[in-house]
């Protein structure tokens, strides 16, 4: 809760019925609540009700710090009372860090703490307060002990050497302990930060290494692309040169199988023994349906070939035409496998189909299809 208790007088206290903690001081909102009281623009003097408040965290007392030393004087006066003893030493501790020109104050009620905020209000700055004649001898040690403590563990001011004040006799050893301690966190601050460059250090190199091998793998990936750009386009180019060639012989097919047709109907028409035109016309529907089967192989038979199958149909007239096929690449030496691969079967399924082809053929079982195709050479 914030309220105005005079012109540049505010009053803050935590309106809750259970024990709390002072987690963190948001900055921004006190200076909206000012402007709301209508005494922004001003040194503002604050009274702080720490009712219920058992325990004020770190991040509060930096904040608390970065209010007084980095903001500038927002808060001329802050008043403290019904302080807890659990947060008493860390009160006083915040007092002693606090400067002169914005000045923690821990009072015993509301009455002291309005009374002192009236008196810094009217001091000249020549007399000193009555309070602080009572912070001499034992109080005053403690007070700079807290806050040199507070500056080391709190603010992290490990620069300013701590020196023990001569009015403090019994507590020297205290301030000597407490120098060793700064010490100690200014080297183990030196070792942190070599630590942290270390590790910025590796860290970098490992960036760098990893930035390299990254490269690496794009100027690979770069190559690969390129040589499978130059590659995919000779394939490209050398299917296109196939499709071409098939074309051509696609045509030259048909043109041999038209004079082919011709010469049937000439021959048909001449006026020859019947015995004599019947063996021509056989060996032209031969010729005809050889040029057929080369259509249906997708391949470029030599004239052997053509020899080979026009035998073997008269030979054997009852064979398709995939099983010609299947005699001329036996005939040619291919293998099960490869057979199986040119005409899509599986190893298996042709190795059923040569099985029924053999006995198709009328071979005996120690005869093999190879010696039988190449018989017809020795025929020929």
Known sequence: MFAAIGPDIVYIQAITDRDIFLDYMDIELFRTVCGDLGINGRKVYVVFNLEHIRNIRLTYKKDFANLVYNWGAIISVLALYNVHPSIRTVAEGLSCISPEDSRMLICDSYRDAVQRIMYCKSETGYEEPPWKKAESGYN??????????????????????????????????????????RKDRLAKAGEHRQQISRIEQQGNLQLERNQMLLNEKLDLYVKNSAAYREEKAAVTKSILAKDA?????????????????????????????????????????????????????HMELTEADRQFLRMLQQKHPSLSKK??????????????????????????????????????????????????????????
């Open 245 to 297: 060639e098939l074309e051509q012989l696609a045509a030259a097919a048909e043109d041999d199988e038209c004079r082919l047709s011709r010469i049937y109907e000439q021959i048909s028409s001449l006026g020859i023994g019947a015995e004599l035109k019947t063996r021509l016309l056989v060996e032209c529907v031969a010729l005809i349906e050889t040029d057929a089967a080369a259509q249906q192989f």
């Open 140 to 181: 005053g040690c403690i007070k700079q002990f807290l806050g040199y403590l507070a500056r080391i563990c709190w603010l992290d001011l490990l620069d300013l050497p701590i020196k023990a004040p001569t009015a403090c006799g019994e507590f020297k050893p205290l301030f000597i302990a407490l120098e060793e301690f």
């Open 323 to 380: 099983e010609l096929r299947l005699c001329l690449l036996i005939k040619l030496r291919y293998n099960t496998k490869e057979i199986a691969r040119e005409t899509g079967f599986s190893v298996r399924g042709m190795e059923t189909t040569r099985y029924r082809l053999h006995s198709k053929l009328g071979l005996k079982k120690h005869q093999s299809m190879k010696q039988y195709f190449a018989s017809f050479r020795a025929e020929s």
